[in-house]
């Protein structure tokens, strides 16, 4: 089995910051890309930032200059630095690990459960 568990959502105030972190757990073998998404009410899920194992990254332009992603490779954990919040960053916010099990002939993405961010205006 393999577990994502993500952790630091809350309600903060706009231009406030937050800090989510997801750790993987389980059989793992290898984690290749990690990332994080989102989802607003009534939206599509979307991507906010993705990391590789190398550390090369990606942002969506709504977060560019404001979040940062970072990934800790022996704890297998990823994290997300969000300043300067907005009202329009309220969503429910998952973590996204494309990894390989032991024993496994192929990766598979993984899903974290979700954590609350709300940004009050």
């Known amino acids: 089995q393999v577990q994502l568990v993500e952790s630091g959502g809350g309600l903060v105030q706009a231009g406030g910051s937050l800090r989510l972190s997801c750790a993987a757990s389980?059989?793992?073998?290898?984690?290749?890309?990690m990332g994080w998404y989102r989802q607003a009410p009534g939206k599509q899920r979307e991507l906010v930032a993705a990391?590789?194992?190398?550390?090369?990254?990606n942002y969506a332009d709504s977060v560019k200059g404001r979040f940062t992603i970072s990934r800790d490779n022996a704890k297998n954990t990823v994290y997300l630095q969000m300043n300067r919040l907005k009202p329009e960053d309220t969503a429910v916010y998952y973590c996204?690990?494309?990894?390989?099990?032991?024993?496994?002939?192929?990766?598979?993405?993984?899903w974290g459960q979700g954590t609350q961010v709300t940004v009050s205006s």
């Open positions: 996204n690990a494309d990894l390989l099990r032991a024993w496994a002939s192929r990766a598979y993405d993984y």
């Open positions: 990391i590789t194992s190398g550390g090369s990254s």
């Open positions: 389980g059989s793992i073998f290898r984690i290749n890309a």
